[in-house]
């Protein structure tokens, strides 16, 4: 078993998680939570992969993809933002709104055959470092190094730009953001539609890039719901929520490989002669989600630090407190 | 005071618009389906008369329909609990399996007992299961502060993965352990272990617990100190804590109570309706998703305990008549649950539309000199999620 083609795989699996973790972060950051990830994700999964099959171009692909998720987004923007409903509910619809779409749409689909996928290259000269050039930049998809780009520009964009400095202020204190003239619902529109568009490119690399296919819900299996977890984990900051995506990507991959061989470390391997613990292995993902869960929220309580302070609330003008 | 009485007598008018809005949401929501359907090709007259009969046609197909609707009831019966506390418990598809489990294990190692006791005992079993389920997330939110819509969706995931290792191994059906198909299910329960049946249908005694049930959740929301506070620290915890609630143990409380009623409806279908426990190694398996539809029908019951029973009756009627819709017009049933998320979808928004008439009364009312004190905040206490 080689450590490093498990790395190398978590990479690219833990970039479905990284774009749908900085796409909630983008949406939470302006005050708005979406517990639709799931079902944004499979509206991408699917249109990528359907549109992929029809044109042949994985390109028009993660476009329709992140456009449909994009749009999809829209109806939990206008349920919470106009229409000032429950976050928590309207998120939740959407992910049943979002499976069922793409259930409905996405039937036959898996035995629609192959399609050309995503590009993977390396990239020359940093390919060359030993290990972490194979690790992160030998024979990835293109969507791999879209992601490592993400994180930087993501971070930028947040802590050192002017549209950056308007997007907390509307996550922290929108009626302030009001008074200065920044129009808070335009911007909440904006930032829920990005997120969608984000979820819809991470559904869009499931499909095209990381595991090809479609599975029906079984595509995304709960990434969104973890994805959801990151940002909390990431106590919404770009660079953590991507350590925390690649760490559980390559999670997810060392517990599919480390059941193919006989021998582990020297040792006989116990995952491979008791293909019971298999079940166990496949919860450590979300056992792991809520130790991390438990330890994040333990320092973000402590550190008084994170959250939105309007996360989760309404922006009514003219009332006060909010 | 004739004004006063002008007031209360529209007031009471509204009311019943308000009460009514949900009809609309679905009306709305299936008029959005038919131009789906209409999407896909198919006639959607057709399609909806379709699933009209699937669910109502006939004796047959309306104890369907009840038989479906029996978990969503109690699992909706769980939301009402949680949701009045303000907890999200999305968590009803693993404490519906927990709750399964230890019933099925209660109904097939204690053989030698009478049946009613063990039936007894098995319902217990699942009652207990799903509050442990429930329980965790809980003391999680309460005393970690981890947010429980997050925990419950991975106790779901870990459930659905225990489930899978237990009918896979310990407790496999012994005759399957032999065979190489090995198909992943429990034996089957003895004869005098099944719930009755309460007609020459599928309809079984499941349905009236959950009715009765009903009842009780209702008594204990609003009749009982234990209701009281959970909902009080559901509205407003600062105040709760002043009030010398502890606001910590009704959270867990809220979420325990809420697993319970999920675990009995785990309980409630193999002892209902399957008799055994089989995964085809996803939650919607064993649940049918009555996990996730139950939030939908206590959601569209407005979080009323004696609402949510006709809700779930509307939501299994839509599941079993989406089949019968599959076989006569072809379309995928996952339509339904697109159809589920679009009738949520316009109930909060509905709620938006009852906020604004809200507070169009008491504008009224307040312009009234001699209004008496209205009676909408504490309206509000009931209603709000």
Not at chain 1, 21 to 41: H, P, Y
Not at chain 1, 252 to 278: M, S, T
């Amino acid at each position: 078993m080689d450590f490093t083609i498990i790395l190398q795989a978590g990479i690219a699996s833990g970039t479905v998680l990284l774009f749908a973790t900085i796409g909630e972060l983008f949406s939470e950051r302006a005050g708005v939570l979406n517990l639709g990830v799931e079902g944004m994700m499979l509206v991408g999964a699917m249109s990528a992969f359907s549109t992929t099959i029809a044109t042949g171009n994985p390109w028009l692909g993660v476009m329709t993809a992140m456009l449909f998720a994009g749009i999809i987004s829209q109806i939990h923007a206008y349920i919470v933002i106009t229409l000032q409903a429950d976050q928590v509910v309207s998120g939740l619809s959407l992910t049943f709104l979002g499976t069922g779409i793409s259930l409905v749409l996405g039937e036959g689909l898996s035995k629609a055959g192959t399609v050309s996928l995503l590009p993977n290259f390396s990239i020359p000269l940093l390919a060359q470092i030993p290990i972490l050039g194979k690790i992160f930049f030998t024979d990835q998809s293109i969507l791999v190094y879209v992601g490592y780009l993400l994180v930087p520009l993501a971070w930028f964009y947040i802590n050192r730009t002017r549209p950056g400095l308007h997007l907390r202020a509307v996550g922290e204190y929108p009626s302030a953001a009001d008074a200065l003239g920044i129009n808070v619902f335009r911007m909440r529109y904006f930032y829920v539609f990005v997120g969608g568009m984000l979820a819809g490119l991470a559904g869009a690399t499931i499909s095209l890039a990381v595991s090809p296919g479609w599975f029906s819900e079984l595509t995304t299996g709960g990434q969104g719901w973890i994805a959801i977890g990151l940002v909390i984990f990431a106590q919404w900051d770009p660079i953590r929520a991507a350590v925390g995506a690649y760490a559980f990507g390559a999670l997810r991959r060392l517990i599919l490989d480390i059941q193919g061989p006989l021998l582990l470390l020297g040792f006989d391997n116990p995952f491979y002669y008791n293909p019971y613990l298999g079940f166990f292995l496949q919860m450590l993902p979300y056992l792991f989600t809520v130790v991390v869960l438990v330890i994040g929220s333990r320092e973000a309580m402590r550190k008084r630090i994170g959250a939105p302070a309007a996360l989760g609330n309404p922006y009514i003008r003219g009332e006060r407190g909010k | 005071m004739p004004a006063m009485k002008k007031f209360f007598q529209s007031d009471g008018l509204s009311r019943l618009v308000d009460s009514l809005l949900p009809i609309f949401a679905t009306l709305a929501a299936l008029l959005l389906g038919a131009v789906m359907l209409f999407l896909l090709k198919v006639n959607p007259i057709e399609a909806y008369k379709a699933l009209w009969d699937g669910a109502f046609g006939s004796t047959n197909a309306f104890a369907e329909t009840l038989v479906k609707a029996t978990p969503l009831l109690l699992v909706g019966l769980g939301i009402c609990i949680s949701f009045r506390g303000d907890v999200i418990n999305i968590g009803g598809e693993g404490q519906m399996i927990i709750g399964a489990i230890l019933a099925t294990w209660v109904g097939l190692t204690f053989t030698g007992l009478p049946g009613w006791l063990v039936v007894t005992l098995s319902m217990i079993a699942g009652f207990l299961g799903g509050a442990i389920w429930g329980g965790i997330p809980g003391v999680l939110k309460a005393y970690f502060s981890v947010n429980e819509i997050l925990s419950t969706v991975m106790m779901n995931a870990i459930a659905v993965q225990l489930m899978n290792f237990l009918l896979r191994g310990p407790m496999i059906d012994p005759s399957q352990a032999e065979l190489s198909s090995k198909i992943p299910q429990t034996a089957r329960l003895l004869e005098i272990f099944r719930l009755p049946r309460l007609a020459p249908t599928r309809l079984h005694l499941g349905a009236l617990i959950a009715v009765a049930l009903a009842v009780l959740v209702y008594i204990l929301l609003w009749r009982t100190t234990l209701g009281y506070r959970i909902r009080a620290v559901g509205q407003n915890p600062h105040a709760s804590r002043y009030a010398g609630i502890k606001v910590q143990r009704y959270i867990v409380l809220a979420l325990l109570l809420s697993g319970a009623f999920s675990g009995l409806a785990g309980a409630t279908q193999v002892f209902g309706v399957n008799y055994r426990m089989i995964t085809d190694g996803s939650s919607s398996g064993f649940t049918g998703s009555a996990g996730f539809n139950g939030i939908v029908a206590a959601l569209f019951g407005q979080l009323h305990p004696i609402m949510t029973i006709p809700a779930s009756i509307l939501f299994g009627a839509l599941l079993v008549g989406a089949n019968k819709m599959q076989r006569v017009v072809q379309v995928p049933s996952a339509l339904v649950i697109a159809l589920n998320g679009l009738v949520v979808v316009f109930v909060v928004s509905i709620e938006f539309l009852r906020r604004r008439r809200q507070r169009r009364r008491l504008a009224a009312a307040k312009q009234n000199d001699e209004s008496p004190p209205s009676p909408e905040p504490l309206k509000q206490l009931e209603t709000g999620t």
